[in-house]
């Protein structure tokens, strides 16, 4: 690897714990709608509530590609729990908005904000790649307070791409002005992440929290940290 002179991230998942923010939220809000909710555990409804992205499309026979509102996987959600109550899902949504707004900066990765500083002080490039709608996504940025690390922010559907996409990677290393082998790409997911910055020819960092298995036949990363102060000691 020649030298490095920029890093880019991921964002959900990986310099923010989206998971576990939508597992705090829900136990703040599902107690207020139970019933007509039916008492279950907390990560069983995050489950449903993440499962919608992927049955929306089919049930609805759509090809979206972009994330569907919250509102409609609120929609989705009680549909399976056999819910009909008017109203119900906007009630959930307009709580859920509430309660997150409150809490989203509690789950940044800790040492998020220091490890950033310390890549800029030492001269490097720093900017992030993000799939969804630009105006969702730079608000979570400025939510969590990330803005004033980045010179770079690459937003898919700005770019009319979504990760994995190679072309998405390679417009990253446009902005930052480097070739391939000068950057790093920091992100959890083996498919959106790690699979379209190693086509790109970009060294990748997964980030593995939870002893993760790499799905087989996927490119193996270059370094594997499980905290992001890791990322300090990359050579």
Not at 5 to 21: E, I, M, P, R, Y
Not at 162 to 174: M, Q
């Amino acid at each position: 690897m020649s030298e490095l002179k920029a890093v880019f991230f991921d964002v959900n998942g990986t310099l923010w714990d989206n998971q576990g923010c939508a597992r705090h939220v829900m136990d703040i809000v599902l107690p207020k709608f139970t019933p007509p909710l039916p008492e279950e555990d907390t990560d069983e409804v995050v489950r449903r509530f993440n499962a919608v992205v992927l049955e929306l499309p089919r049930t609805q026979h759509v090809r979206e590609r972009r994330p569907f509102s919250r509102l409609k996987r609120f929609e989705a959600l009680l549909t399976s729990y056999g819910v009909k109550r008017r109203g119900l899902a906007q009630q959930l949504s307009h709580t859920y908005d509430s309660a997150r707004r409150l809490v989203m900066r509690q789950f940044l990765r800790p040492a998020v904000h220091r490890v950033l500083d310390e890549l800029g002080r030492r001269g490097l490039e720093r900017g992030v790649i993000m799939n969804g709608a630009p105006a969702v996504q730079r608000h979570l940025i400025q939510t969590l307070a990330l803005e004033p690390h980045m010179e770079h922010v690459v937003l898919g559907e700005i770019e009319g791409y979504s990760k994995p996409d190679v072309r998405l990677f390679k417009r990253a290393l446009e902005l930052a002005g480097v070739d391939a082998d000068q950057m790093l790409y920091v992100g959890d997911s083996p498919l959106t992440d790690i699979l379209g910055a190693s086509r790109a020819g970009i060294p990748t960092v997964w980030f593995n929290t939870g002893r993760r298995r790499l799905p087989r036949s996927f490119p193996t990363p270059d370094f594997t940290i499980s905290t992001l102060t890791e990322l300090l000691d990359i050579p």
